[in-house]
């Protein structure tokens, strides 16, 4: 297997060859086997350095995703707290746009993960409620993460997944809602919602808004909170979008497969997508 070069831990030169592996579809070894001491505050400089060189290649940041933010999974993965990674122009996906067919080439041992995104108006402050967090909401949209693992069988500690994009690979979004009105119904549906998720017709797994740290709302207040204590990856601000962790288990998918979801509870669409 190959082994990262960690150096000194210099993030910019993990950053590099991180890159680097994801271009070329080369699992490697998780960075926590070579360098025990490697930790989330390292791998979100990472995070940054990876920023900065995918800005500088010409892709643009459009928002951050929140990872096992349901804890139902924490002990199938041995990581037991969220993580976050970036989310960019090149990544997300109006999934009626690809005509509800996505090309699964180029992401390593692809996984589905059902999802709430959270579009946002204006920028949240750390300590806000759930009430003044959907104020600060534009529009709220169902989703389907594609999540992948440089490392190989989904084997890694939290400080890896970190710093290998946060294993995102994809979003295809869904149809956007406005959050704008009835802010009583959307506080009361967005923990309570459940969700079916199907391949090929048969039932798979089923979710609840809850299991996202409480609530979506919850999820977004954990990452406004994480990210103030953070000295190198900017705030929230407005326009970005955040997608708050899946809210079934995620399962692995390959070309041929058809995922659809069914929506309980919530004004949002089912969705369904046909894999390549």
């Known amino acids: 297997m190959h082994h990262i070069e960690m150096g000194d831990l210099d993030p910019h030169l993990v950053a590099v060859e991180l890159l680097a592996a994801l271009a070329d579809r080369r699992q490697v070894g998780p960075l926590?086997?070579?360098r025990p001491e490697f930790d989330l505050v390292q791998a979100y400089r990472v995070t940054a350095a990876v920023r900065a060189l995918r800005q500088a290649r010409g892709e643009h940041p459009v928002g951050r995703k929140i990872g096992f933010t349901n804890a139902g999974i924490w002990d199938e993965?041995?990581?037991?707290?969220?993580?976050?990674g970036y989310m960019y122009d090149?990544?997300?996906?109006?999934?009626?746009?690809l005509?509800?067919?996505?090309?699964?080439?180029?992401?390593?041992?692809?996984?589905i993960e059902p999802e709430i995104a959270l579009g946002l108006a204006r920028a949240p402050e750390p300590d806000m409620d759930e009430t003044a967090l959907l104020d600060c909401?534009?529009?709220?949209?169902?989703?389907?993460?594609?999540?992948?693992?440089?490392?190989?069988g989904w084997k890694f500690a939290a400080a890896d997944t970190?710093?290998?994009?946060?294993?995102?690979?994809?979003?295809?979004?869904?149809?956007?809602?406005?959050a704008g009105s009835d802010t009583a119904r959307w506080l009361a549906a967005l923990p309570a919602f459940w969700i079916t998720l199907q391949r090929s017709g048969e039932t798979i797994d089923r979710g609840t808004?809850?299991?996202v740290l409480g609530g979506p709302l919850s999820a977004l207040r954990h990452l406004v909170e994480v990210l103030a204590d953070d000295p190198v990856n900017p705030a929230l601000s407005a326009g970005e979008i955040v997608?708050?962790?899946t809210l079934t288990r995620a399962f692995p998918v390959a070309p041929g497969q058809t995922w659809r979801t069914m929506v309980e509870g919530l004004p949002l669409d089912g969705m369904e997508v046909r894999f390549l």
């Open 32 to 34: 926590t086997g070579i």
């Open 77 to 84: 993965y041995d990581v037991h707290a969220p993580i976050w």
């Open 90 to 97: 090149t990544t997300v996906r109006d999934l009626d746009a």
């Open 99 to 111: 005509g509800g067919v996505f090309d699964l080439a180029g992401l390593l041992e692809p996984r």
């Open 137 to 152: 909401v534009e529009w709220i949209a169902h989703g389907f993460e594609i999540v992948q693992s440089l490392f190989p």
């Open 162 to 178: 970190a710093a290998a994009f946060g294993l995102h690979g994809a979003y295809l979004m869904g149809p956007r809602h406005g």
């Open 209 to 211: 808004g809850a299991n």
């Open 243 to 245: 997608t708050t962790g």
